[in-house]
Structures are given as C-alpha cells and as structure tokens.
C-alpha cells in the first residue's frame, strides 16, 4: 500500500531570486520532501515540509563513516508551459544501486518519483524557464543513527531539495580547459566510482583544487591501476570524436554510467553516427590529435548537460581541441537534448515525463 504524503505549510515564503542569473547550486525553493527509515519498520513518514536546517545526533553515523548518496535530475519548464523530467526513472534506479553498494536500504522508486513531482507541483513557480535554466533535483539518503561502531547504519533520512538553476559552468557552452590528473585518483575497480556516493567528490576536491589554481574547470580522471586510460571528468562523462567516430569510456566499475552519456549513445545511434563504449588511453587521444584526427571533446552529464572541451592539458603539455570553439557534433546533441528536455523537438525515445498527475 502507498503511503500518504504529509504537508507542513510554511509561514512565509521567501522571496526569488533574479531566475536570469541564478549560477549553479545556489538557492534552494520553500519546500522539501523528507522520509526516514528505522530498520523495525522500514521507510516512513514521506511529508512535504518547509526547507530548512536538520538536527542530527553528532554520532550520527554519516559523519563518521560516510553512508550517503545522491541522485542529480531536472525539472524543465516546456515550450507549452508544462513542466516535465528526463529520464527521471534511470535516476531512480540509480539511487537503488547506489544503496545497494552501500549497504543502504532500498527505497520504492515508482514511490519516490511520484513524491519528487508533487514536490515539483507545490514549488511550479520556482521552476524558471529562462535560457538554460531548470529545476535542479536533489534526492540524497544517508545515515542518520548515533553509534561509533562501523557497520551499516540502522537509521536513514532521505531528503529531496530543489535549486533553481542555470549552466554548470558559467557560460553552457562555451568550451572549458581539463587537465589529466597522474598524481590522485578517484576511484578502483571493486571500490564505489560506479556509484553516487559523496565519498566520491570528496576525494576529487585535492586534484580540483590543483587544478582550479592553474585555470582549469575540471579533472580527467585516469583509471587507478595503470594510470593510462581514460576514465571520466569531476562532473561528467567524456566523449571523443576521432576521425569521425564517437568514443567514450566502456562502463568498467570505476565510471558512474551517467543517464546524460547514455542519452547522448542513443542520440548517436539514432543518427546514425559511429559511437562505440570501450577503453581508450590518453595516449590514444593525445595521437590522434598529433594526426589532426582529434575533432571534438565534449563532456556530458545532467549538470553540464554537454560541455565542449577546448583543451587537454596531460603531462605539462596542452593541446587545443578544435581550436577551441565548439565542435560542430557537440552543438548538435545540445540543441538535441534540450531540444526535447524544453518539449522544443520530438521526443521519439519517450524520454520526457509531465509532472501532471500525482498518484500517491
Ligand atoms: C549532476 O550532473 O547532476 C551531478 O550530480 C554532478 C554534480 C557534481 C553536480
């Protein structure tokens, strides 16, 4: 039997911000959809109530031992004033997976989606529909039970929040400098890079900070054995298109299997464009592009959405990448893909999902 969902009305509403520059991240709505979960009676008490602080026991097992995942989805406002998600059923999914790995009990997704748009439905108002902008999605689980000892937590919270936003990295299109990281790594085959947990980007931020002051976006993550093939970027999957065919890094355990990069493989498919998933070195990429066969780099994830890359930097040497404008194929699947996140194109995947009728 679905449970109810509880509402706790706000006395007073903030005020919104300028939705024409809202940058990433930064404001969060009114509301937020909260459930908790004790292990004699699993998950509970699903309610709609204010965004505000938590109190947490300080033993509360996350802070010491790092039980908590997340998911990143968005809600679009459509060219005919409906509002509607992409793919919101992988994200779902993927949260599962990622308690799975981390010993976090499963939660009901077809329940989940249904509460994220009724979310969706009391905050409308916050969704903008200026250019490249969106409801970001922010569904989170973690460990909330006051005990030192380590093993899976008995107590969990589940929390979404939702932030009007704007491009990932400043400006959506405009291609951004990586540098290959050889000194960190950010994940093991058998360790937890093919989830959404938090431990994840905390051990990305000493290589980003590295890069951050040298004027790069973002990291391009090698993988940890070899320190040879590529695997993905701080916030994205990566892609190449070499002499006219599409490669991105196969699905190896260490590479979170983005719903943005598995859009875009369909997208190419559906063209007809060559697109193959399998292992590439850096090596590889830095030939082709000594063989002027390296024709676009881009990134792709549900933050970035698609994010040209206008220079490698591996090994104290830079390349440019098509000379640092936006690659012809990189343009292409980003009208494509907001094309049909904003209602604009045809959908023929059935990837959009209304949040119109909430049946809980
Ligand atoms: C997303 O793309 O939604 C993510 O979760 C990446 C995050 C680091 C912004």
Redesign the pocket.
Known sequence: MKQEIGFVQREVLKEKPDFSSLG??KYFTDYMFVMDYQQEIGWFDPRITPYEPLTLEPSAMVFHYGQAI?????AYKAADGTIQLFRPEKNMKRLNESCERLCIPQIDEDFLLEAIKQLILTEKDWVPDGEGTSL?I?PFIFSTEPYLGVRPAKQYKLLVILSPSGA?YGDQLSPVRIYVEEQYVRAVIGGVGHV?TAGN?AASLKAQEKADENGFAQILWLDAKENKYVEEV???NIFFKINGEVVTPRLNGSILP?V?RDSVIELLKYWNIPVREERISIEEVFAAHARGELEEVFGA????VISPVGELTWNEHAIAINDYKIGELSQRIYDEMTGIQLGKKEDPFNWTVKVEQVEV
């Open positions: 990433f991240g997340f998911e990143g989805m968005k970001y922010r990932y959404k980007y701080g916030s994205m983005g943005t994830g549900t933050a970035a």
